[in-house]
Each structure stands twice: as structure tokens, then as C-alpha cells.
């Protein structure tokens, strides 16, 4: 799980340089996975992934989502990125059967005020999810620390996605709410691991599903903001697997 995480940081690492005005989501995309198959000789997870039978198979390698885009976006020729918009894009690799999954906000030349503290307030918002992690705190703590921090900043927290257990299974339990009252839902142990990823709305937290069946949006086409760790509770605390270089955020804790 250390080895997967430390090589899916170096795909969000690689592609923000190749991030500008006029490029599209396929582009990247197609970077990506040229980088996670060839470079890094992973498999990208989302590709052909599917949670029922329902519905369709993801197309590509990575989601980016875009704007008014909460989760899910399907990279594609035709999204071309402007000046001022904002782009989250997350990998998940499988390497010797274990999965890392992370994601991080890019902007596209320079975001609008709003943008930019609705994007730094929902990393902190990740960073105080993580911070509450260790042996016996819950589950219910770590979605109360997110929750506050966003309706604190005016800003309104997704319910319909959350984080998950990940190890041999991509999307495993638990499932990690990112809103909630603290000392409740499960008690946490050391060796468990699961994400944490936050969607936040710049305006109400009601989403929906595109026809497409997977690009979720908020439903009033404000701005919505999203980052992602996997993590490992370790016997003193925690471990950030997917931690970047750029971050200055403690590794363990
Ligand atoms: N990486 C996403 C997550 O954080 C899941 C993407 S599923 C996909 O859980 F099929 F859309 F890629
Ligand atoms: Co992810
Ligand atoms: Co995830």
C-alpha cells in the first residue's frame, strides 16, 4: 500500500505542468495513463471499472472534473480547459494487486477569489479529516472535523459519495462520511486503510448524475472542490501513503 501510494503521488506530481488553458481532459487523461502503464507499469483502476450492473463501465484511466463537476468527470476531446477554471483530477493505480488512490485540485491560469478559498478551504477540510485519525478515534470524528470546517467557510458538504476501505479492493467498508458527530460509527485500528475525499459546494450540497451515468454536478452549477488521500492508521496515529513532495503536511503522525 506505501509502494502504490508513494507511485499514484507522482502521477498528480507529473501531469500539473502539462495543465493550461486550451488543453482538453482527454489530453491529460492520455498522459496519465501513457505515465501509469508505461512509466510506473501500474493499471489504472477506473479504467473499464463499474460499481453494478447498471451502469456503464468507466472510458478512461482518470476522472477530471471540472467546475460545476463534483466527481466522476469522464476526460474527453470536446472539455477543452479555460482561463480561471478549476480541474480535479484523481488517479487510482493498482500495483501488485494493492490500490492507492488520490486526487488533487489544479487551477487553470488564475482562479477567481471565490475559487481559490473554496479549493484551499476543502483541502484543509481533508487535512482536519486526517488529523483525527488514530486508534481508538471514530469514524463519525473524522466526518464531524470536515463538516465543520466547510459550514464554517459558508460552504455545504456532498453526502452522496464519501471515502471507502482500500487495500486488494478498490471501493471496500467501510464507508468514510464526510460529515457527521464525533465518537460515533466505527472505532478506528491500527493496519486499517481508506481514503478520505471530500466533495464541497461553493452554493447547496444537492448534486446529480449526468445521462452519461457517471458525471455527477451540483445541481444549482455553482462550484464544487475535491481532494483525496488514502491512509493507513498506524500505532501511533496515522500515515498520509499518498502524500506529494509539495505538501507540507506531516507523512506520520
Ligand atoms: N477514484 C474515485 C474514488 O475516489 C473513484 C472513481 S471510479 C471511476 O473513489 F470509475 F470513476 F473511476
Ligand atoms: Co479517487
Ligand atoms: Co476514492
Redesign the pocket.
Known amino acids: 500500500m506505501r509502494d502504490v501510494g508513494k507511485l499514484a503521488a507522482t502521477v498528480l506530481e507529473m501531469i500539473g505542468e502539462h495543465i493550461h488553458p486550451g488543453v482538453s481532459t482527454d489530453e491529460l487523461d492520455q498522459k496519465c495513463h501513457v505515465f501509469m502503464t508505461e512509466e510506473l507499469d501500474c493499471t489504472p483502476?477506473?479504467l473499464n471499472?463499474t460499481n453494478s450492473e447498471s451502469q456503464p463501465p468507466?472510458p478512461k484511466s482518470t476522472?477530471t472534473s471540472v467546475n460545476n463537476v463534483v466527481?466522476?468527470g469522464i476526460p474527453s476531446h470536446s472539455k477543452i480547459l479555460r482561463r480561471g477554471d478549476i480541474l480535479n483530477i484523481?488517479v487510482?493505480l493498482i500495483k501488485n494487486g494493492f490500490h492507492g488512490?488520490t486526487?488533487k485540485m489544479f487551477f487553470v491560469g488564475e482562479p477567481s477569489v471565490l475559487a481559490r478559498r473554496l479549493v484551499e478551504t476543502t483541502q484543509e477540510c481533508m487535512y482536519r479529516g486526517i488529523d483525527t485519525v488514530k486508534p481508538g478515534s471514530t469514524l463519525g470524528d473524522i466526518g464531524y472535523a470536515i463538516q465543520k470546517f466547510a459550514e464554517a467557510n459558508r460552504f455545504s458538504v456532498v453526502r452522496e459519495f464519501c471515502g471507502?476501505g482500500i487495500g486488494r479492493v478498490?471501493?471496500d467498508a467501510p464507508q468514510v462520511l464526510h460529515y457527521g458527530e464525533p465518537n460515533t460509527g466505527m472505532v478506528l485500528k491500527e493496519g486499517m486503510a481508506f481514503?478520505i475525499?471530500p466533495m464541497i459546494n461553493a452554493g447547496k450540497r444537492f448534486v446529480r448524475i449526468l445521462p452519461d451515468g457517471?458525471t455527477v454536478v451540483t445541481r444549482d452549477r455553482k462550484l464544487s472542490a475535491q481532494w483525496?488521500h488514502t491512509i493507513l492508521v498506524t500505532e501511533s496515529g496515522r500515515e498520509i501513503l499518498t502524500l506529494r513532495d509539495e505538501e507540507s503536511h506531516p507523512r506520520v503522525a
Open positions: 483502476a477506473p471499472y468507466f476522472c466527481c466522476h484523481d487510482t488512490d486526487s471507502h478498490f471501493h481514503t475525499e457517471w483525496e
